[in-house]
Protein backbone atom coordinates (compact mmCIF):
# COMPACT_ATOMS: atom_id res chain seq x y z
CA UNK A 1 0.00 0.00 0.00
CA UNK A 2 2.82 2.52 0.69
CA UNK A 3 4.63 1.56 -2.76
CA UNK A 4 1.28 2.47 -4.28
CA UNK A 5 1.15 5.99 -2.42
CA UNK A 6 4.81 6.84 -3.48
CA UNK A 7 3.59 6.54 -7.04
CA UNK A 8 0.72 8.19 -6.81
CA UNK A 9 2.53 10.73 -4.93
CA UNK A 10 5.31 10.77 -7.78
CA UNK A 11 2.83 12.58 -9.91
CA UNK A 12 2.02 15.75 -8.17
CA UNK A 13 3.47 18.67 -9.03
CA UNK A 14 5.31 20.38 -6.23
CA UNK A 15 3.76 23.34 -6.30
CA UNK A 16 0.54 21.96 -5.41
CA UNK A 17 1.94 22.03 -1.80
CA UNK A 18 -0.08 23.44 0.97
CA UNK A 19 1.71 21.16 3.63
CA UNK A 20 4.72 22.76 3.95
CA UNK A 21 4.99 25.72 5.60
CA UNK A 22 8.99 25.94 5.87
CA UNK A 23 11.42 24.97 3.53
CA UNK A 24 15.51 24.98 3.19
CA UNK A 25 18.84 23.90 3.78
CA UNK A 26 21.13 23.30 6.88
CA UNK A 27 24.02 25.26 7.23
CA UNK A 28 26.54 23.50 8.63
CA UNK A 29 30.57 25.41 9.49
CA UNK A 30 29.69 26.82 12.91
CA UNK A 31 30.63 23.42 14.53
CA UNK A 32 34.20 23.35 12.55
CA UNK A 33 37.40 23.55 13.84
CA UNK A 34 37.13 21.37 16.58
CA UNK A 35 38.12 17.99 15.29
CA UNK A 36 41.32 16.13 17.42
CA UNK A 37 42.38 12.99 15.87
CA UNK A 38 44.31 12.39 19.23
CA UNK A 39 41.26 13.13 21.30
CA UNK A 40 42.73 15.94 22.61
CA UNK A 41 39.83 17.83 24.96
CA UNK A 42 39.56 21.35 24.36
CA UNK A 43 41.52 21.36 20.99
CA UNK A 44 39.84 24.28 18.82
CA UNK A 45 37.82 26.04 21.45
CA UNK A 46 37.27 28.45 21.44
CA UNK A 47 39.10 29.18 17.82
CA UNK A 48 38.91 31.68 15.15
CA UNK A 49 36.18 32.70 14.06
CA UNK A 50 36.26 33.28 10.14
CA UNK A 51 39.42 30.87 10.46
CA UNK A 52 37.99 27.91 11.95
CA UNK A 53 34.57 28.12 11.74
CA UNK A 54 31.82 30.52 10.57
CA UNK A 55 28.12 30.13 10.39
CA UNK A 56 26.77 31.54 7.25
CA UNK A 57 27.83 33.61 4.00
CA UNK A 58 25.22 36.19 3.36
CA UNK A 59 25.78 35.86 -0.61
CA UNK A 60 25.06 31.96 -0.46
CA UNK A 61 21.61 33.16 1.77
CA UNK A 62 21.03 35.79 -0.85
CA UNK A 63 21.07 32.99 -3.60
CA UNK A 64 18.91 30.76 -1.42
CA UNK A 65 16.24 33.42 -0.54
CA UNK A 66 16.32 35.40 -3.98
CA UNK A 67 16.99 33.38 -6.73
CA UNK A 68 15.44 29.46 -5.07
CA UNK A 69 12.83 31.19 -2.82
CA UNK A 70 13.41 28.90 0.57
CA UNK A 71 12.42 30.63 3.70
CA UNK A 72 14.19 28.32 6.22
CA UNK A 73 18.32 27.89 7.78
CA UNK A 74 19.12 25.73 10.02
CA UNK A 75 22.37 27.30 11.71
CA UNK A 76 25.00 24.96 13.56
CA UNK A 77 27.03 25.99 16.46
CA UNK A 78 28.67 24.51 19.25
CA UNK A 79 27.72 24.95 22.89
CA UNK A 80 31.15 25.04 23.87
CA UNK A 81 31.64 27.80 22.11
CA UNK A 82 28.34 29.72 23.07
CA UNK A 83 29.45 28.41 27.07
CA UNK A 84 33.57 27.99 27.19
CA UNK A 85 34.39 25.34 29.34
CA UNK A 86 35.51 28.07 31.79
CA UNK A 87 32.29 28.97 32.21
CA UNK A 88 30.26 25.36 32.32
CA UNK A 89 26.98 25.26 30.39
CA UNK A 90 24.34 27.60 31.54
CA UNK A 91 23.40 31.58 31.57
CA UNK A 92 26.95 32.73 30.93
CA UNK A 93 27.44 32.97 27.25
CA UNK A 94 30.54 34.35 25.43
CA UNK A 95 29.34 37.57 24.29
CA UNK A 96 31.82 37.84 21.49
CA UNK A 97 30.50 34.65 20.29
CA UNK A 98 27.22 34.94 20.75
CA UNK A 99 27.38 38.20 18.73
CA UNK A 100 28.78 36.45 15.58
CA UNK A 101 26.05 33.78 15.84
CA UNK A 102 23.25 36.83 16.46
CA UNK A 103 24.50 38.37 13.36
CA UNK A 104 23.90 35.28 11.28
CA UNK A 105 20.86 34.71 12.24
CA UNK A 106 19.63 38.15 12.09
CA UNK A 107 21.05 38.11 8.51
CA UNK A 108 18.69 35.69 7.87
CA UNK A 109 15.56 36.48 9.71
CA UNK A 110 16.01 40.54 9.79
CA UNK A 111 17.40 41.21 6.83
CA UNK A 112 16.65 38.12 4.35
CA UNK A 113 12.97 37.62 5.92
CA UNK A 114 13.49 33.73 6.27
CA UNK A 115 13.09 31.81 8.74
CA UNK A 116 15.76 30.47 11.30
CA UNK A 117 16.35 26.88 13.46
CA UNK A 118 18.98 27.59 16.21
CA UNK A 119 20.67 23.89 16.22
CA UNK A 120 23.36 23.46 19.11
CA UNK A 121 24.95 20.73 17.09
CA UNK A 122 26.20 18.75 20.46
CA UNK A 123 24.34 15.59 20.73
CA UNK A 124 23.40 16.25 23.77
CA UNK A 125 26.60 16.23 24.97
CA UNK A 126 28.62 19.00 26.30
CA UNK A 127 32.83 19.60 27.47
CA UNK A 128 34.57 17.46 24.58
CA UNK A 129 33.81 17.86 20.72
CA UNK A 130 36.98 16.58 19.96
CA UNK A 131 35.62 13.69 18.14
CA UNK A 132 32.10 14.48 17.88
CA UNK A 133 29.58 12.79 17.72
CA UNK A 134 31.04 10.23 20.29
CA UNK A 135 33.13 12.09 22.72
CA UNK A 136 31.66 14.67 24.88
CA UNK A 137 30.08 13.60 28.57
CA UNK A 138 26.11 13.76 28.24
CA UNK A 139 23.85 15.67 29.86
CA UNK A 140 21.71 14.95 32.94
CA UNK A 141 23.85 11.83 33.38
CA UNK A 142 24.02 11.96 37.09
CA UNK A 143 26.19 9.16 37.20
CA UNK A 144 29.30 11.01 35.25
CA UNK A 145 30.75 13.75 37.54
CA UNK A 146 31.84 15.77 34.44
CA UNK A 147 28.66 15.71 33.05
CA UNK A 148 26.68 19.19 32.71
CA UNK A 149 23.62 18.64 34.78
CA UNK A 150 19.63 19.01 33.24
CA UNK A 151 18.90 22.25 35.10
CA UNK A 152 22.33 23.58 32.89
CA UNK A 153 20.47 22.52 30.38
CA UNK A 154 17.50 24.36 31.51
CA UNK A 155 19.22 27.83 32.15
CA UNK A 156 21.18 27.56 29.04
CA UNK A 157 17.95 27.28 26.71
CA UNK A 158 16.39 30.16 28.87
CA UNK A 159 19.35 32.69 28.24
CA UNK A 160 19.52 31.76 24.52
CA UNK A 161 15.69 32.05 24.29
CA UNK A 162 15.07 35.42 25.94
CA UNK A 163 17.49 36.99 23.57
CA UNK A 164 15.82 35.99 20.93
CA UNK A 165 12.03 35.83 22.40
CA UNK A 166 10.92 39.23 20.17
CA UNK A 167 12.37 37.70 16.78
CA UNK A 168 9.12 35.66 15.43
CA UNK A 169 11.32 34.52 12.67
CA UNK A 170 13.43 31.91 15.48
CA UNK A 171 12.70 28.44 15.77
CA UNK A 172 14.47 26.42 18.64
CA UNK A 173 15.89 23.24 17.94
CA UNK A 174 16.73 21.78 21.21
CA UNK A 175 19.86 19.95 20.33
CA UNK A 176 21.47 17.74 17.35
CA UNK A 177 21.08 13.68 17.29
CA UNK A 178 21.00 12.69 21.24
CA UNK A 179 22.56 9.05 20.70
CA UNK A 180 23.72 6.43 23.05
CA UNK A 181 21.88 7.24 26.07
CA UNK A 182 17.87 6.32 28.16
CA UNK A 183 15.25 7.97 26.59
CA UNK A 184 14.00 9.03 29.71
CA UNK A 185 16.58 11.42 29.72
CA UNK A 186 16.44 12.89 26.31
CA UNK A 187 12.94 13.69 27.86
CA UNK A 188 14.19 14.89 30.38
CA UNK A 189 16.11 17.42 29.07
CA UNK A 190 14.34 18.20 26.65
CA UNK A 191 11.03 19.40 28.80
CA UNK A 192 13.71 21.38 30.62
CA UNK A 193 14.46 23.37 27.79
CA UNK A 194 10.86 23.42 26.76
CA UNK A 195 9.81 24.93 30.11
CA UNK A 196 13.04 27.31 30.07
CA UNK A 197 11.86 28.51 27.20
CA UNK A 198 8.89 29.41 28.27
CA UNK A 199 9.31 31.03 31.23
CA UNK A 200 11.74 33.46 29.44
CA UNK A 201 8.78 34.34 27.36
CA UNK A 202 9.69 33.21 24.06
CA UNK A 203 6.36 31.96 22.41
CA UNK A 204 8.26 30.61 18.84
CA UNK A 205 7.69 27.25 17.21
CA UNK A 206 10.38 24.69 19.17
CA UNK A 207 11.96 21.15 17.91
CA UNK A 208 12.21 18.06 19.90
CA UNK A 209 14.83 15.68 19.38
CA UNK A 210 14.02 11.96 19.80
CA UNK A 211 16.48 9.40 21.18
CA UNK A 212 18.95 6.86 18.56
CA UNK A 213 20.37 9.89 16.31
CA UNK A 214 16.41 11.14 15.96
CA UNK A 215 16.14 8.61 13.44
CA UNK A 216 12.78 8.14 11.59
CA UNK A 217 12.94 4.96 10.67
CA UNK A 218 14.37 4.28 14.23
CA UNK A 219 11.62 5.99 15.87
CA UNK A 220 9.15 3.34 16.86
CA UNK A 221 11.66 0.40 17.14
CA UNK A 222 13.87 -1.29 19.77
CA UNK A 223 13.33 -1.42 23.55
CA UNK A 224 13.38 2.75 23.92
CA UNK A 225 11.79 3.96 21.71
CA UNK A 226 11.43 7.76 20.70
CA UNK A 227 7.26 7.33 20.90
CA UNK A 228 8.34 7.89 24.69
CA UNK A 229 8.42 11.49 24.06
CA UNK A 230 4.26 12.03 24.06
CA UNK A 231 5.32 12.84 27.39
CA UNK A 232 6.75 16.23 26.52
CA UNK A 233 4.17 18.80 27.32
CA UNK A 234 4.43 22.51 26.12
CA UNK A 235 2.58 25.21 27.92
CA UNK A 236 2.29 26.96 24.54
CA UNK A 237 1.37 23.66 22.51
CA UNK A 238 3.90 25.08 19.92
CA UNK A 239 5.82 22.14 19.46
CA UNK A 240 7.18 19.77 16.57
CA UNK A 241 9.54 16.99 16.59
CA UNK A 242 13.08 17.03 15.00
CA UNK A 243 13.47 14.08 12.61
CA UNK A 244 16.34 13.06 10.27
CA UNK A 245 16.29 10.39 8.05
CA UNK A 246 19.03 9.65 4.67
CA UNK A 247 18.62 7.14 2.15
CA UNK A 248 21.64 4.81 2.72
CA UNK A 249 22.10 1.85 3.37
CA UNK A 250 22.82 2.27 6.90
CA UNK A 251 20.97 5.88 7.62
CA UNK A 252 24.02 7.88 8.12
CA UNK A 253 24.12 10.21 5.60
CA UNK A 254 27.91 9.20 4.60
CA UNK A 255 27.52 6.33 1.38
CA UNK A 256 26.77 7.53 -1.97
CA UNK A 257 24.57 4.86 -2.98
CA UNK A 258 20.61 5.32 -2.21
CA UNK A 259 19.25 1.92 -1.17
CA UNK A 260 16.21 3.13 1.37
CA UNK A 261 13.54 4.36 0.37
CA UNK A 262 10.60 6.56 2.26
CA UNK A 263 8.65 3.91 3.17
CA UNK A 264 10.97 4.00 6.19
CA UNK A 265 8.93 6.54 7.71
CA UNK A 266 6.39 4.22 7.79
CA UNK A 267 6.38 3.44 11.72
CA UNK A 268 6.76 7.68 12.75
CA UNK A 269 4.68 8.80 10.35
CA UNK A 270 1.49 6.67 11.49
CA UNK A 271 2.98 7.71 15.63
CA UNK A 272 2.45 11.28 14.88
CA UNK A 273 -0.92 11.01 13.03
CA UNK A 274 -2.22 8.80 15.46
CA UNK A 275 -0.93 11.34 18.61
CA UNK A 276 -1.59 14.34 16.27
CA UNK A 277 2.00 15.57 16.31
CA UNK A 278 3.62 17.44 13.64
CA UNK A 279 7.59 16.86 12.22
CA UNK A 280 10.09 18.58 10.42
CA UNK A 281 13.17 16.50 8.73
CA UNK A 282 15.80 19.13 9.51
CA UNK A 283 18.62 16.39 7.73
CA UNK A 284 18.20 13.92 4.89
CA UNK A 285 20.05 13.40 1.62
CA UNK A 286 21.59 11.64 -0.97
CA UNK A 287 24.32 11.91 -3.05
CA UNK A 288 24.17 12.48 -7.05
CA UNK A 289 24.07 8.85 -7.87
CA UNK A 290 21.52 7.95 -10.15
CA UNK A 291 19.17 6.37 -8.07
CA UNK A 292 19.09 8.91 -5.70
CA UNK A 293 17.42 11.69 -7.81
CA UNK A 294 14.40 9.30 -8.16
CA UNK A 295 14.70 8.36 -4.34
CA UNK A 296 15.36 11.78 -3.02
CA UNK A 297 12.10 13.03 -5.43
CA UNK A 298 9.54 10.37 -3.69
CA UNK A 299 11.20 11.34 -0.06
CA UNK A 300 10.06 15.10 -0.10
CA UNK A 301 7.09 14.10 -2.11
CA UNK A 302 6.26 11.45 0.33
CA UNK A 303 6.74 14.15 3.04
CA UNK A 304 4.28 15.98 0.75
CA UNK A 305 1.43 13.80 1.01
CA UNK A 306 1.46 13.30 4.57
CA UNK A 307 0.52 16.49 6.35
CA UNK A 308 2.13 15.86 9.87
CA UNK A 309 5.20 17.12 8.04
CA UNK A 310 5.47 21.01 7.82
CA UNK A 311 8.85 21.40 6.46
CA UNK A 312 12.31 20.66 6.19
CA UNK A 313 16.03 21.68 5.94
CA UNK A 314 17.97 19.42 3.21
CA UNK A 315 21.93 18.94 4.48
CA UNK A 316 24.05 20.78 4.24
CA UNK A 317 25.30 23.74 2.91
CA UNK A 318 27.57 26.35 4.96
CA UNK A 319 30.78 28.65 3.82
CA UNK A 320 33.43 26.11 4.74
CA UNK A 321 32.65 22.97 3.02
CA UNK A 322 34.91 23.78 0.03
CA UNK A 323 35.18 20.52 -1.89
CA UNK A 324 34.42 18.54 0.51
CA UNK A 325 31.01 16.55 0.77
CA UNK A 326 28.56 17.41 3.73
CA UNK A 327 26.66 14.30 2.47
CA UNK A 328 26.56 10.83 1.23
CA UNK A 329 29.93 10.81 -0.92
CA UNK A 330 31.74 7.91 0.07
CA UNK A 331 34.47 10.61 1.49
CA UNK A 332 34.72 11.37 -1.69
CA UNK A 333 35.60 15.65 -2.55
CA UNK A 334 32.42 15.90 -4.73
CA UNK A 335 31.44 19.47 -3.00
CA UNK A 336 28.26 20.59 -0.70
CA UNK A 337 25.20 21.88 -0.95
CA UNK A 338 26.65 25.69 -0.68
CA UNK A 339 25.41 28.02 -4.00
CA UNK A 340 29.75 28.16 -4.79
CA UNK A 341 31.29 24.87 -4.07
CA UNK A 342 32.75 22.97 -6.56
CA UNK A 343 33.93 18.81 -6.80
CA UNK A 344 37.56 18.83 -6.22
CA UNK A 345 38.17 18.22 -9.61
CA UNK A 346 36.09 21.36 -10.58
CA UNK A 347 33.64 19.61 -12.00
CA UNK A 348 29.82 20.96 -10.62
CA UNK A 349 29.52 20.48 -6.74
CA UNK A 350 26.05 18.73 -5.20
CA UNK A 351 24.65 22.35 -5.11
CA UNK A 352 24.19 21.93 -8.76
CA UNK A 353 23.70 18.18 -9.00
CA UNK A 354 21.36 17.83 -6.57
CA UNK A 355 19.85 20.49 -5.37
CA UNK A 356 19.17 22.55 -8.59
CA UNK A 357 18.54 19.19 -10.20
CA UNK A 358 16.69 16.98 -7.72
CA UNK A 359 15.54 19.08 -4.94
CA UNK A 360 14.58 22.66 -6.13
CA UNK A 361 11.67 21.68 -8.46
CA UNK A 362 10.16 20.53 -5.42
CA UNK A 363 10.28 23.54 -3.25
CA UNK A 364 6.62 24.98 -3.28
CA UNK A 365 6.21 28.00 -4.83
CA UNK A 366 4.28 29.24 -2.34
CA UNK A 367 5.84 29.11 1.72
CA UNK A 368 4.75 31.23 5.26
CA UNK A 369 7.36 34.15 4.47
CA UNK A 370 5.08 36.10 7.91
CA UNK A 371 4.26 35.99 11.70
CA UNK A 372 5.64 33.75 14.41
CA UNK A 373 7.11 30.72 13.57
CA UNK A 374 4.39 28.09 15.06
CA UNK A 375 3.45 24.72 14.72
CA UNK A 376 0.59 25.67 12.42
CA UNK A 377 2.21 27.41 9.75
CA UNK A 378 0.36 30.66 8.75
CA UNK A 379 -0.81 32.03 5.22
CA UNK A 380 0.92 30.50 2.40
CA UNK A 381 2.78 33.13 -0.06
CA UNK A 382 4.70 33.37 -3.28
CA UNK A 383 7.59 35.05 -1.54
CA UNK A 384 6.82 39.08 -1.48
CA UNK A 385 9.07 41.36 -3.43
CA UNK A 386 9.23 42.93 -0.47
CA UNK A 387 9.46 41.75 2.89
CA UNK A 388 8.17 43.59 6.15
CA UNK A 389 10.93 42.90 8.88
Not at 284 to 292: I, L, P, R, V
Not at 308 to 323: D, E, K, Q, R
Amino acid sequence: MLLNSLISVAVLAASASAKFFYVGVAESSGEFGVYSATKQKGFGLPGRFGVDYSFIDKKAIDVYVDQNKVNLFRIAFLLERMCPLSYGLGAKFNETHFDYFKEAVDYVTKTKGAYCILDPHNYMRYNDPSQQPMTGSIIGDTSDNTAATTTQFGAFWGELAGRFKDNEKVIFGLMNEPHDMKTSLVIQNNQAAIDAIRKAGAKQLILSPGNSWTGGHSWTEGTDPSTQLTALKDSENNMAFDIHEYLDTDFSGTHAACTNSASKLAGVTSWLKQNKYKAMITEFGGSNATECASMLSDFIKYMDANDVYIGWTAWAAGPFWGSASACCTDSKNWGSLEPTSKASDGKPGLYDTVWVKTIQPLVPKQLVWSGLSSVNGGNVTAKPSKLRI
